[in-house]
């Protein structure tokens, strides 16, 4: 996966069950043995994906909570069977162009003195501060005037934040979804870790070139991998640094 589509991905909301075998000698038909006692169509139940895992268990992503209680009572019900919930970390957005003097606690403060239709709609100001928790910030240096902050909030506040634009003090923002990247370091790709890497070849993430990392690169330059790759396609485009100069040419 390449640095865009892995940008452009949005978070789906699911609610995910792992459903394991209650004995041992089970662990390699998990998957045979909820398929043989759930069926999907007939309960009327919406099932995002499923996957087996290494450990022999299955995952299984419902689409709304509704699923997750009805597939849990009948695993669980079952002689061969167990679930388990997964709780999965809340979603997180951003809001751009923060006047960096607006710290943690002002911050939540304005948003809901200014933004009564989204605090309303969160169930009110209690609920929503509950619901609303700044995680971070990014950027915030002397000579930065404005930060990025982002916010772990629920499914439900996310939802009413995408809807509008937040009223600040003396700016207004739209609210995105903020997407941490998982980077390969073996590859250099998006979308998966070193460990799951299908690569034979370690590509260095210093020269670009194949054949050994980072610490045993004896190059003088510095080439982003991830600009190469997206200007395979533009010969007249340089995307090498030199290490004496500190000056990237263009990229």
Same mark, same amino acid.
């Given at each position: 996966?390449?640095?865009?589509?892995?940008?452009?991905?949005?978070?789906?909301?699911?609610?995910?069950?792992?459903i394991s075998a209650k004995d041992t000698k089970y662990i390699?038909?998990?998957?045979?043995?909820?398929?043989?006692?759930?069926?999907?169509?007939?309960?009327?139940?919406?099932?995002?994906?499923?996957?087996?895992?290494?450990?022999?268990?299955?995952?299984?992503?419902?689409?709304?909570?509704?699923?997750?209680?009805?597939?849990?009572?009948?695993?669980?019900?079952?002689?061969?069977?167990?679930?388990?919930?997964? $709780?999965?970390?809340?979603?997180?957005?951003?809001?751009?162009?923060?006047?960096?003097?607006?710290?943690?606690?002002?911050?939540?403060?304005?948003?809901?003195?200014?933004?009564?239709?989204?605090? /309303?709609?969160?169930?009110? $100001?209690?609920?929503?501060?509950?619901?609303?928790?700044?995680?971070?910030?990014?950027?915030?240096?002397?000579?930065?005037?404005?930060?990025?902050?982002?916010?772990?909030?629920?499914?439900?506040?996310?939802?009413?934040?995408?809807?509008?634009?937040?009223?600040?003090?003396? /700016?207004?923002?739209?609210?995105?979804?903020?997407?941490?990247?998982?980077? !390969?370091?073996?590859?250099?790709?998006?979308?998966?870790?070193?460990?799951k890497c299908k690569e034979s070849t370690q590509v260095c993430?210093? !020269?670009? &070139?194949?054949?050994?990392?980072?610490? &045993?690169?004896?190059?003088?330059?510095?080439?982003?991998?991830?600009?190469?790759?997206?200007?395979?396609?533009?010969?007249?485009?340089?995307?090498?640094?030199?290490?004496?100069?500190?000056?990237?040419l263009r990229c």
């Open positions: 996966m390449n640095y865009a589509n892995a940008v452009a991905r949005k978070p789906e909301t699911t609610f995910a069950v792992k390699g038909q998990v998957e045979q043995l909820l398929k043989t006692n759930v069926q999907p169509s007939k309960l009327k139940m919406s099932i995002a994906k499923i996957k087996k895992i290494k450990s022999g268990e299955v995952i299984v992503e419902c689409v709304n909570k509704q699923d997750v209680e009805k597939l849990k009572t009948i695993v669980d019900s079952s002689k061969d069977l167990k679930s388990k919930e997964i $709780i999965k970390g809340n979603p997180r957005i951003i809001l751009q162009n923060i006047d960096k003097n607006l710290d943690k606690t002002n911050l939540i403060e304005i948003i809901c003195k200014n933004n009564k239709e989204l605090v /309303e709609s969160c169930g009110g $100001i209690d609920n929503f501060q509950k619901q609303v928790k700044e995680k971070f910030r990014l950027g915030g240096r002397d000579k930065d005037k404005c930060v990025s902050v982002i916010l772990d909030v629920t499914s439900e506040a996310r939802k009413e934040f995408l809807k509008r634009r937040i009223v600040l003090e003396w /700016e207004s923002v739209y609210a995105k979804d903020y997407i941490s990247l998982v980077q !390969c370091f073996k590859c250099y790709r998006f979308g998966h870790k070193s460990d993430g210093k !020269c670009g &070139n194949n054949g050994h990392d980072f610490k &045993n690169c004896k190059s003088n330059y510095t080439k982003c991998i991830v600009c190469v790759r997206g200007n395979e396609n533009k010969k007249d485009v340089k995307l090498i640094m030199s290490l004496e100069t500190k000056n990237a």
